[in-house]
């Protein structure tokens, strides 16, 4: 068994809206990208990561080979998330990937080892995941309540998530074939039949998607320091 950790790292961070895309952003001394391959590469079965970077990224650091004595390597990304992360599995050859999006500095190393614990275990693969805590309502013009959803099975998916590599290459491709859409690798393993196991992580392995996510997650990390 080997297993690579798989960086979708060539989005633009347009919600952030600074110049700079969002991973190279730089979070108590380090960027974003780096809090999270290190993360990754600090778990003792993650063997190297694999980053999908943009075609036009002229902000990935040239030094950044390795990290905790593991090779660090990029590919080119693609027009979505889902292309991303297939063509970093294909640049790979491991035989399980942890999927993990460069945007989630926070991850924590139990929730990683459960979540890897979990996936390589079971022949569905897991992803990390949360329940949802908020009441949910359903409106019929995104304006008015229609009524109160039932939230006691509904999760929010989070990243890793932990398949074997090549079910995981032939489940993107035959989702994004069909034009289905396929916001993270759980999605596509559900177009082919197979249903994840959902292991409960933490909250706060937030995505950093909005200005006010830079701040919260420099309040977390202070936290924990
Ligand atoms: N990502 C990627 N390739 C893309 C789009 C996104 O590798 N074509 C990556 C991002 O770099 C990020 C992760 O997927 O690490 C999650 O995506 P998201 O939070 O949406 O990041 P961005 O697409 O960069 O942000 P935005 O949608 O605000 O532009
Ligand atoms: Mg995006």
């Not at 990290?67 to 599995?89: D, F, M, Q, W, Y």
């Not at 009441?135 to 008015?144: A, I, N």
């Amino acid at each position: 068994m080997s297993i690579w950790a798989i960086v979708p790292a060539a989005g633009r961070g347009t919600r952030v809206g600074s110049a700079l895309p969002k991973q190279y952003l730089t979070l108590a001394g380090r960027s974003i990208l780096e809090h999270t391959l290190s993360a990754l590469l600090s778990h003792e079965l993650i063997a190297g990561a694999m980053v999908a970077i943009a075609a036009d990224d002229v902000d990935f650091p040239s030094s950044l080979t390795s990290l905790c004595g593991k090779p660090i390597v990029t590919c080119v990304g693609g027009e979505t998330r889902a292309h991303s992360v297939l063509n970093a599995l294909r640049a790979s050859s491991c035989t399980h990937a942890v999927v993990h999006d460069a945007a989630r500095p926070l991850l924590s190393a139990d929730d990683l080892s459960a979540v890897i614990a979990a996936g390589v275990s079971s022949s569905t693969g897991a992803l990390l995941a949360s329940p949802v805590a908020d009441t949910l309502k359903l409106s019929s013009d995104s304006s008015h309540v229609v009524r109160t959803v039932d939230r006691s099975s509904l999760w929010r998916a989070l990243t890793p998530q932990v398949f074997e590599r090549d079910a995981l290459i032939a489940a993107l491709d035959s989702a994004l074939f069909a034009g289905a859409s396929v916001t993270d690798e759980a999605s596509a393993m559900e177009f082919v039949g197979v249903s994840p196991l959902l292991v409960e992580g933490r909250a706060d392995n937030i995505k950093v998607t909005t200005p006010g996510d830079l701040a919260m997650a420099e309040f977390i990390l202070a936290q924990r320091s």
